[in-house]
């Protein structure tokens, strides 16, 4: 036992890099290539090595073609993962705002998919505010069949800030509305939104991270000015405390951040075990069993 970190479960992903009681379910993972980008645990085989070394039991992913590019050809790298590993992955269908005219028609198409949860939205990637217009036929028929939203979501951002993810938790009471990136560096206001809204939950990608993403070329790039440094040590702590460990959920961007990396930060958090099996798969767990992955033959 590591004398500084009396959690059975930190024990456990120490000496062996998971834990059988505490086994993960990462609700914010791609899938496939990223222009521009070398990701050495993109290949289909060395992400499964790198899910599975550290007790992932479910993926829920999109591939980055389908929010960077070709929306369906994308979707469609998506539906192949999801075929490839049924019992790993769970799919985010992507619908871009940028194409409304075809916006109806991708919601349509979403219904002859497999193993699919939910959609999973970039305001900032296609510069178009997650509470415009455009986004409501999504976002009206994920609350008619209760489907889980994953959004990127950025502190400060004219697309997608928290104050943003407010405004469509109120009219959409049906969505599990997932921040990703909990609005980073603007956490102080996701935690509210996640305490005040029961369908709304916190999402932990590169949350943990100490990043300057003011250096990013596009996407998270609403210039984030975190207090003293670019340090976020504490959060964890903080959305437990203020927002409760059942409206927090595990995520990575992988294949973008290690689920050790991420795993390490929740077994050294300031917090029991209970909330951490509650964030590591229990919120998930919850998520899942409210929506049925469609099922199209
Ligand atoms: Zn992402």
Redesign the pocket.
């Known amino acids: 036992m590591n004398p500084t970190n009396p959690s059975a479960l930190a024990h456990d992903f120490m000496q062996q890099g998971y834990s059988d009681d505490c086994p993960i379910i990462d609700t914010?993972?791609?899938y496939g290539p990223y222009q521009g980008a070398y990701l050495p645990v993109m290949p289909h085989e060395k992400m499964l090595h790198a899910l599975k070394r550290a007790g992932v039991t479910k993926a829920l992913c999109?591939s980055h073609e389908a929010?960077l590019g070709d929306v369906d050809f994308g979707n469609a790298m998506t539906q192949q993962a999801v075929d490839r590993e049924p019992d790993l992955f769970l799919g985010y269908w992507v619908v871009n705002p940028r194409y409304s005219d075809a916006m109806q028609r991708l919601i349509s198409d979403y219904e002859n998919t497999r193993g699919f949860v939910g959609f999973?939205l970039?305001p900032e990637y296609h510069t178009y505010p997650l509470d415009g217009p455009r986004y409501a036929p999504a976002l009206e028929y994920a609350n008619e069949h209760r489907l889980i939203v994953?959004i990127?979501t950025w502190g400060g951002s004219a697309f997608d800030s928290p104050q943003q993810v407010a405004t469509v938790a109120e009219r959409y009471p049906e969505v599990a509305l997932l921040m990703?990136?909990s609005g980073f560096g603007d956490f102080e206001t996701s935690v509210r939104v996640a305490r005040d809204y029961e369908h709304a939950y916190l999402e932990l990608?590169c949350v943990y991270s100490a990043h300057d993403f003011s250096m990013l070329p596009a996407g998270s790039s609403t210039p984030v000015q975190l207090a003293s440094s670019l340090h976020v040590n504490g959060i964890i702590e903080y959305m437990v405390e203020h927002a409760s460990s059942n409206k927090i959920v595990f995520?990575t961007?992988m294949p973008?951040y290690s689920p050790h990396f991420a795993a390490g930060a929740i077994m050294f958090a300031r917090i029991d075990d209970e909330a951490r099996k509650d964030i590591c798969y229990r919120n998930a767990e919850g998520l899942l069993e409210r929506v049925r992955p469609t099922s199209a033959a």
Do not use: N, V, Y
Request: hydrophobic fraction near 20%; charge should be neutral; proline fraction near 0%.
């Open positions: 914010h993972t791609h999109s929010i999973k970039g994953l990127h990703g990136h990608t995520g961007d973008w």
